[in-house]
């Protein structure tokens, strides 16, 4: 049962363009929502959250969206950069759970081209 | 203020053996948590532990896995008798307090079985 979603394995984006990772949900008791980076043989970054009450958050170059009546959400870089090729995880945290635990997808390895 | 140490980085075993990984979280975090990441997934949950206690190991096998969290040392997660789907990568991962989405990954431990 994959309550996360990462429909695209890979995404490869010319330096300066923006590039948009898509993650979709399906457990409407999610209350937050992560993005973490990971390079090769390193453990995952926190990027970048959104709380379910809102719609967007914005950090630097990268900004959350969050579509809750269809359960999306996506991850906008601009303007992309080579040192940004990483695998991105989207992440999801059960606020009916009394642990914290994150529910993680399968991941999206973003290129981005010099 | 050093982040999540795992040791070792790469470990070998036979079928049969058994795997002991270790996870030092962040100086002050006293919840740790286990994921684990099988090729070409994403990070699957396995257990919750704060100091002394688990609190939640529904995702652990029911069977050959266990782990602790003493009140002096690293958490310890021990794999008994591997077999080759144990192969994967074991990330730790702390946090500060509970009930939180704010955890740090440490670069995680590849457990080869052969």
């Known amino acids: 049962d994959q309550q996360v979603k990462q429909n695209s394995p890979s995404l490869s984006v010319q330096e300066g363009r923006i590039s948009i990772l898509n993650c979709d949900y399906t457990?409407?008791?999610?209350?937050?929502f992560l993005w973490y980076k990971k390079y090769p043989a390193e453990g995952p970054t926190f990027l970048i959250s959104i709380s379910s009450i809102k719609d967007k958050n914005e950090d630097g170059r990268f900004t959350v969206f969050l579509n809750k009546s269809a359960k999306h959400l996506s991850l906008h870089i601009v303007p992309s950069q080579p040192g940004d090729s990483a695998v991105y995880f989207c992440a999801a945290r059960d606020g009916s759970s009394n642990t914290g635990k994150l529910i993680f997808g399968q991941g999206t390895t973003l290129q981005v081209k010099p | 203020n050093a982040g999540v140490m795992q040791n070792p980085r790469h470990l070998v075993r036979r079928r049969g053996q058994e795997a002991r990984l270790r996870c030092s979280p962040m100086?002050?975090?006293?919840?740790v948590y286990w994921y684990r990441q099988l090729p070409e997934e994403g990070l699957k949950f396995m257990v919750y532990l704060q100091k002394e206690n688990i609190i939640d190991e529904s995702g652990m096998p029911k069977e050959r896995f266990s782990a602790e969290f003493p009140k002096e040392g690293p958490s310890i997660l021990r794999i008994q008798q591997v077999v080759r789907g144990d192969s994967a990568a074991y990330f730790c991962a702390s946090s500060p307090r509970a009930l939180t989405y704010e955890q740090y990954f440490g670069p995680g431990t590849r457990l080869t079985v052969t």
């Open positions: 100086k002050g975090h006293s919840h």
């Open positions: 457990n409407s008791m999610f209350d937050y």
